[in-house]
């Protein structure tokens, strides 16, 4: 029942117990090295007591998860490298190259304008498979003496300008709190999600518009505000052009949607991010938005990263959603978001498979070619 209407949600942070122990992505590929004859169970413990200083991109997930020994250790690792989605890469992926000239510049943008002007509104219909992975902290009240955990080992994350206090002590840390998949259909530009699973009741983090809205109407929003170069960083074939973005409250299109005591409360907030484009074609990548909720709300916090890539529907490629992680912090059911509520952390991994056309065929016969010569079955 926490629902961002234009998208919103996103990544953020491991809500832990204890100290974390603060590691680049060397040191986990280190780590993970010597640790060839541990358990799933014990190589997870030891991975839940990481926190990343880097981000941990998803082709060096995967390359862990396939050499992970079991389940808990791939969701650890997912967990580790979801937490770290705001954070800069490794240097060793930045591109040591000057930026753009003027000219150089105003040509990948005017290309970035002309791929979401032609080529998103021509995506054909298809359908997708939405695969989510939830994760949540609940509170330990009950269980543990609050007289006896005191703020002081609260930990403080900061993402961009966002400071966060997370883990409280009597939290758990976070945790896989169920998976789902859906079925997403994009027909007419419309994007329609139906659960797979029969009786599944449709709560939690979610979202909509990773196929294309939310990319016009981010960087749209961008284009006629705040824009700046950022940096080069390395590609598939080659170097990608990253920029930064701000979003005023005036300009914003940007809605933060969540549960309060009386009923969905909706926000209209500025908001900050980022998005990495191929230069050369404008095709946009990667996609960061960061909310910032204004007083008296600024407890809530939302947070999005979207990561796109080349999809074969029928005899073409396309630019769709890969993966996306999500991140909502919200006051706890009973307190008010206005004075320095309890938050509770929810954090979605989602990846998107199967894509494949979508086709509505039907084939008219008569009744001589029908068996037992009945006629033939009404379409509805």
């Known amino acids: 029942m ?26 986990i590929q280190q780590i993970l090295a010597a640790s060839h004859s541990e358990s799933d169970a014990k190589l997870a413990g030891e991975i839940s007591s990481l926190e990343a200083t880097e981000r941990i991109d998803t082709s060096t997930l995967a390359r862990w998860q396939a050499a992970a020994p079991g389940d808990r250790t791939r969701a650890a690792l997912l967990l580790l490298a979801d937490s770290s989605a705001f954070l800069p890469l490794p240097a060793s992926q930045i591109v040591d190259q000057p930026a753009p000239d003027g000219t150089e510049l105003n040509q990948i943008v005017m290309r970035t304008i002309d791929y979401l002007g ?10 997708a498979v939405r695969d989510i992975t939830q994760f949540e ?10 007289g006896n955990s005191p703020d002081a080992h609260q930990h403080v994350h900061s993402i961009d300008a966002a400071v966060l ?16 998949s859906l079925q997403v259909t ?18 939690g983090l979610r979202s909509h518009g990773e196929f294309g809205p939310v990319l016009a109407v981010v960087i749209g929003d ?7 170069w950022d940096h080069w960083q390395q590609g598939a074939a080659g170097p990608l052009a990253t920029f930064r973005y701000a979003v005023s409250a005036e300009a914003s299109h940007n809605v933060v949607e969540y549960p309060s005591d ?27 938005i960061v909310s910032e909720v204004p007083p008296p709300y600024e407890h809530v916090q939302s947070a999005l990263v979207v990561e796109y ?29 206005t004075s320095a509520p309890t938050l509770r952390t929810f954090l979605n991994d989602d990846s998107f498979t199967n894509y494949h056309l979508f086709r509505a065929d039907a084939r008219i016969v008569g009744s001589a070619h029908v068996p037992g010569g009945q006629p033939p079955p009404q379409l509805h």
């Open 2 to 27: 926490r629902a961002p209407a234009i998208l919103l949600l996103a990544a953020l942070l491991l809500a832990t117990a204890h100290a974390a122990q603060l590691v680049t992505v060397d040191q």
């Open 222 to 228: 961008a284009l006629r505000q705040k824009l700046y």
């Open 137 to 146: 902290d609940s509170p330990l009240r009950e269980q543990m003496d609050i």
């Open 118 to 127: 032609k080529i998103l509104p021509n995506l054909p219909n298809f359908m």
């Open 262 to 288: 009386s009923g969905v409360r909706r926000i209209v907030t500025p908001y900050h991010g980022e998005f990495t484009v191929d230069p050369a074609t404008g095709a946009v990548l990667r996609l960061t």
């Open 186 to 203: 994009y027909r007419n530009g419309q994007e329609i999600q139906v659960s797979l699973a029969k009786n599944d009741v449709d709560v």
């Open 309 to 337: 890539g080349p999809v074969v529907l029928g005899d073409r490629t396309y630019i769709c959603p890969l993966r996306s992680v999500n991140l909502a912090r919200e006051p706890l059911a009973g307190e008010s978001e």
């Open 165 to 180: 206090v997370v883990g409280k002590p009597y939290f758990l840390p976070l945790y896989v709190g169920g998976r789902k």
